[in-house]
């Protein structure tokens, strides 16, 4: 069983790793404050943004951070964003609404290859993002994957993230995807975190995952050799692991039950420990889970449909659209749906007095 980081190798499994057999139990930390990250839902109406509704998402949210000592960073332009759909001058005024109207919470922006085309990865594909994203102060930008970088070889895959990082100015995080998302996708092998770990501008990573705990292979990994670098949990079917063992969340569902979580991330903090925080875990999850379900095809994309519906029966924007683009689309019904899915999470939080989640 590998300890040691001068063990591995490009090809190494996290299954011949000491990390891929720590349990949960053994990571647990009642008093870090990490971060919670929402991916940031950019509304629309009438088929065109809905900036008032994109303000008013943000104002509540940050009520949430504010009544709960719970810090916040806005993700922009990820997915949640609809990132594959924005052209480059939507994708700079999302972020510039933004930055005028909220001067001083952090952002983090996606970024992705834009242009791709032909069969070899080129790492200029990720500049217009960066170049974007990188005029405005407060700003760390993630690094989200794309086929042609996904598919390099090990070593070619660390020496492009290098590539691109020439260009970054501000702290990066990395992204990897398990395969349930997009079919080419494959996580970092514990050589390949290693390698990026330990990059001078890249501060963390996020791992978006379903089928396998990676994001505690990361956090086992990163505590026990001590690295510099940040593992940001992406996973919406488990989010009360990251909560439990102090970890930073990067999560669309940060946005539909942010109240939920703040309150909740304050809770495992207490002394002595509210013992109800377990049942306001489940209460959460019970929602995304019915968010994020997956459709016959094994996807969870049309999240984004769900969580809009959301923010609109507890009145935070006033249309449940989406990019008029985007092909992720729930049925007719997801409003009936999602009303449902509220019931539990807001009966929880009136018993334990979480303020502005109920149905409008």
């Known amino acids: 069983m590998i300890t040691e980081a001068r063990e591995l190798q490009p090809d190494t499994p996290w299954s011949e790793t000491v990390w891929a057999h720590t349990p949960e139990e053994a990571l647990v930390d009642h008093e870090s404050k990490a971060r919670l990250c929402v991916a940031t839902l950019l509304p629309f109406r009438n088929g065109e943004p809905d900036w008032d509704g994109f303000e ?16 916040l960073a806005f993700v922009l332009n990820a997915d ?7 052209d480059l001058d939507l994708y700079g ?20 290859a834009v242009g791709a085309e032909g069969d070899t990865f080129r790492p ?16 760390e930008v993630m690094l989200m994957t794309s086929k042609l ?34 079919p080419w996708a494959s996580p970092f092998s514990p050589w390949l975190l290693h390698e990026l770990a330990n990059h001078e501008k890249v501060a963390g990573g996020k791992i978006s995952t379903l089928d396998e705990p990676h994001f505690l292979y990361w956090a086992a990994m990163c505590r026990d050799l001590g690295l510099p670098f940040s593992p940001h949990s992406g996973d919406d079917f488990g989010i009360a ?11 669309g569902a940060g946005v539909s039950a942010c109240p939920l979580i703040c309150a909740a991330k304050q809770m495992w903090r207490s002394t002595p420990l509210d013992t109800r925080v377990y049942k306001l875990f489940e209460a959460f999850q019970s929602l995304e889970d019915a968010v994020f379900r997956l459709d016959e095809n094994g996807s969870a994309a049309a999240y984004k449909h769900s969580t809009a519906h959301v923010l609109k029966l ?18 007719d019904d997801e409003a009936d749906r999602m009303a449902e899915a509220l019931r539990r999470p807001i009966r929880v939080a009136e018993r334990l007095g979480i303020k502005n989640f109920s149905l409008a």
């Open 80 to 86: 949640t964003g609809y990132i594959f759909d924005l």
């Open 56 to 71: 008013s998402s943000i104002r509540w949210m940050i009520a949430a951070g504010e009544a709960y000592d719970v810090e």
């Open 241 to 251: 692991t990251a909560v439990k063992l102090g970890q930073p969340l990067l999560i």
């Open 124 to 139: 200029n594909w990720y500049l217009p993002h960066l170049e974007a994203a990188q005029q405005f102060d407060k700003v």
């Open 314 to 331: 507890l009145g935070i924007i006033e249309s449940s659209e989406i990019h008029p683009n985007c092909i992720d689309r729930r049925p």
């Open 149 to 182: 970088l996904n598919e390099l070889p090990t070593e070619a895959r660390r020496d492009a993230y290098f590539s691109i990082l020439e260009h970054v100015t501000v702290p990066a995080i990395v992204h990897a995807l398990e395969p349930s998302f997009v």
């Open 93 to 112: 005024e999302v972020i510039r609404r933004f930055r005028a109207a909220f001067p001083e919470p952090k952002i983090i922006c996606g970024t992705t």
